[in-house]
């Protein structure tokens, strides 16, 4: 069956270091990767999006990896801050549905 | 409007009522989508529209459930005889086309309560 693995733990790390947030899929070719960020009440903002021929993706303090044949993305926030804490979703983008998949996220929490 | 805009907030109703939940996307995207988040889990898809059409119904849970776009602008989703597991929020999201894999614009949601 098709399935996108986020880790269900939350991801507990303190304030200036790195947090590495992982998603992991089976059973799908996506065309697309997102990645989300959502605060609790609020719906999902878009973070980044890689696509299958990409190997990295940065912007700012975050960056994004995409492996196709491991069928992982790794999700990275450098000198993180309590203002980083929130849920974050990984989506696939299956062009052959024309639909965006989302993984169950990972809620981040990060202590001054 | 600035953004995407869901109304009401909050829902509450008794089982077996019928509710109707309404989207306005951003102004001029063509796409919008509807998901459903239960409490403490992912987005799961419900349906799509490109336009006024919706190619893929194939997440509405079943018969009770029904969408549709007017002006390729507001979306209405409708909930029949509504029971305590439809209870969740329900996410509206735009983007400027589906064809490729643009970002979606989410708004805030409708919190649907079925006592």
């Known amino acids: 069956s098709q399935k996108i693995e986020q880790n269900s733990e939350a991801l507990n790390i303190q304030e200036g270091k790195t947090a590495t947030l992982t998603c992991n899929y089976t059973n799908y070719s996506p065309a697309y990767l997102q990645w989300y960020r959502q605060d609790p009440g609020r719906g999902p903002v878009f973070l980044l999006l890689i696509r299958e021929n990409e190997k990295e993706k940065r912007k700012e303090r975050l960056k994004v990896t995409f492996d196709t044949t491991l069928k992982q993305s790794l999700f990275h926030i450098t000198a993180s801050q309590p203002a980083d804490s929130a849920t974050y979703l990984c989506?696939?983008?299956?062009?052959?549905?024309?639909?965006?998949?989302f993984g169950s996220g990972t809620r981040l929490l990060v202590r001054p | 409007g600035a953004g995407v805009s869901q109304s009401p907030s909050n829902k509450v109703t008794e089982k077996g009522k019928d509710v109707e939940l309404r989207c306005d996307p951003i102004?001029?995207?063509?796409?919008l989508y509807w998901y459903r988040q239960r409490l403490g889990q992912g987005l799961e898809f419900l349906i799509y529209?490109?336009?006024?059409?919706?190619?893929?119904k194939s997440g509405l849970p079943s018969d009770r459930f029904s969408a549709e776009r007017t002006g390729e602008s507001v979306s209405t989703l409708t909930i029949q005889r509504t029971q305590q597991e439809d209870s969740a929020v329900y996410l509206c999201a735009s983007s400027s086309n589906t064809i490729s894999g643009e970002k979606l614009f989410f708004g805030s949601g409708t919190q649907l309560s079925v006592l």
């Open positions: 102004s001029g995207h063509t796409a």
């Open positions: 529209f490109q336009g006024n059409s919706a190619p893929d």
């Open positions: 989506a696939l983008w299956m062009d052959s549905s024309y639909k965006l998949i």
